[in-house]
Every structure is written in C-alpha cells, then in structure tokens.
C-alpha cells in the first residue's frame, strides 16, 4: 500500500506540474487541473487506503506553486495555506468519490449517456465548483 501511495503522489504532483505550466501568471490558476482527476481516479478504484498519498502529492504542489522564499516570515503561511489547499484538494476528491458511488451505483460500467453525464457532472463540475469556492476563501483570508 506504501508504493501506491507514493506513486499516487507523484502521480498527483507531476499532474499539478502540468497545470501549473498552463496556469495564467502571475498567479498559479490553471483552469485545468489534471491531478484532481488523478485523485478521484486513484480514490474510486482504490478505495480510502490512498489518501495519505494523494493528500501528499497535493501538498507538495501547492507548496511548490505559493511558496515565496522572498521572505522568510511568509514560509509559514505559505506552508499554512498548502496545508490548507492540499487538505481541500483531497476533500474533493473523497467527496466526489462518494457522490458518484452514492448516485451511479459503486460498480456501474458507464455504459449509458445518462450515466456517464451524472459521472461528469458529480465527479467533475459539482465538487470543483465547491473546491474552488473554498480555497478562494482560504487565499483570501490568510492575504
């Protein structure tokens, strides 16, 4: 289970990578975001048992992207704020595996159009609507 985990947080971090390299300077906001599917992807097929590593993987980019070593007095807010992002990230991740598990049905094949939009609409639109929401405020608050 170790290995997952750490293959779940590479994996998370080289996708947080990716969108980090198309995010809009001078911020670090990526309008896609390739590890949040890593992370429901490695929840859904693999169970609770992986959050540790996913929850790693997220903290590890979120410090990358906000660290500012410009000054010393701002690393802890900025590992406050990747401690805060990578919980929220993982939080999506939990809670759109339970949405679409509670509502398609914890081994549907996604064979029909009804089905794989609810995917969509749960796993994806719903829970980043609600992430995205969250963390703002929590970039907010702490500037």
Do not use: E
Not at 20 to 40: E, F, N, R, V
Not at 98 to 127: C, E, M, Q, T, Y
């Amino acid at each position: 289970m170790l290995r997952l985990n750490l293959f779940l947080a590479l994996g998370y971090f080289f996708g947080g990578y990716l969108g980090t390299l198309i995010a809009i300077p001078p911020s670090h906001a990526s309008s896609i975001w390739p590890a949040a599917g890593i992370a429901l992807a490695g929840i859904v097929t693999y169970g609770r048992s992986v959050i540790p590593g996913i929850w790693l993987g997220a903290f590890f980019i979120q410090v990358y992207a906000f660290l500012d070593i410009a000054n010393l007095q701002n690393i802890p807010t900025s590992l406050f704020i990747g401690g805060i992002a990578s919980t929220a990230a993982t939080a999506q991740a939990v809670v759109g595996t339970w949405l679409i598990k509670h509502n398609l049905g914890a081994n549907n094949p996604l064979i029909s159009d009804s089905s794989i939009l609810r995917f969509f609409a749960l796993g994806g639109l719903l829970v980043i609507v609600v992430f995205c929401v969250f963390l703002l405020w929590v970039v907010c608050s702490a500037a």
